[in-house]
Nanobody, 126 residues
Framework: QYQLVESGGGLVQPGGSLRVSCAASGFTSDYYMIGWFRQAPGKEREGVSCINMADGRTNSEDSLKGRFTISRDNAKNTVYLQMNSLKPEDTAVYYC???????????????????WGQGTQVTVSS
């Protein structure tokens, strides 16, 4: 049984930083991908960043490059999303997801991902 558990969300001031984590369990090899998505109130879910657990290759939403960084710790089966220079428009529920459809480069379409965590709230406000 695959399980994803997000943590690390919270309230942060504009310009601040936050790191959210995704702990994955049930995966018996590194041939899977983890994606981070977010959904703000009244908006559709959008892809943020993803990573191949086997080789660490990443893919990120162009508008977030330079502020958001995804990384992994295979020993802990954990993926991190480091978010810097946060803006009020980054406020959303952040979800991690997993796909067993291994690709040379992960993609940010939610259709690709089969398993989802419960989400963690990130609020950027003064």
């Amino acid at each position: 049984q695959y399980q994803l558990v997000e943590s690390g969300g919270g309230l942060v001031q504009p310009g601040g930083s936050l790191r959210v984590s995704c702990a994955a369990s049930g995966f018996t090899s590194d041939y899977y991908m983890i994606g981070w998505f977010r959904q703000a109130p009244g908006k559709e879910r959008e892809g943020v960043s993803c990573i191949n657990m086997a080789d660490g290759r990443t893919n990120s939403e162009d508008s977030l490059k330079g502020r958001f960084t995804i990384s992994r710790d295979n020993a802990k089966n954990t993926v991190y999303l480091q978010m810097n220079s946060l803006k009020p428009e980054d406020t959303a529920v952040y979800y991690c997801s997993a796909s067993l459809n291994f690709r040379p480069r992960c993609i940010l379409g939610s259709f690709e991902y089969n398993y989802w965590g419960q989400g963690t709230q990130v609020t950027v406000s003064s």
